[in-house]
Nanobody, 123 residues
Framework: VQLQASGGGLVQAGGSLRLSCAAS????????MGWFRQAPAKEREFVAS????????YYADSVKGRFTISRDNAKNTVYLQMNSLKPGDTAVYYC?????????????????WGQGTLVTVSS
């Protein structure tokens, strides 16, 4: 499956952005989808994950209550709605797809990755 992330940009602290990740190739609805991010000089970290049906979601503590992951299987797209953004949210955001039901907060659970989209939050 091929993934294309978009929607990043520059936003002030407290603002909102919605990231999108369009998938093509193999059956999108068979994959768990995730968002990860990597800030400068830091390791990539888990942000959010959603099950194939959209019925189950999982968030990193740092974004819980501010970010919402969703998917539209008819459009082969997963979204990340980001509200109340903080400067600490500044990073390149990557979408990922995987078939594993385990370690869903870990990169190794995802076999396919998009190219990343940059989110910059100014103070």
């Amino acid at each position: 499956v091929q993934l294309q992330a978009s929607g990043g940009g520059l936003v002030q602290a407290g603002g909102s952005l919605r990231l999108s990740c369009a998938a093509s190739g193999r059956a999108f609805e068979n994959y768990r989808m995730g968002w990860f991010r990597q800030a400068p000089a830091k390791e990539r970290e888990f942000v959010a994950s959603i099950s194939w049906s959209g019925g189950s979601t999982y968030y990193a503590d740092s974004v819980k209550g501010r970010f919402t992951i969703s998917r539209d299987n008819a459009k082969n797209t997963v979204y990340l709605q980001m509200n109340s953004l903080k400067p600490g949210d500044t990073a390149v955001y990557y979408c990922a797809a995987g078939r594993s039901h385990f370690d869903i907060g870990q990169s190794r659970a995802y076999g396919y990755w998009g190219q990343g989209t940059l989110v910059t939050v100014s103070s």
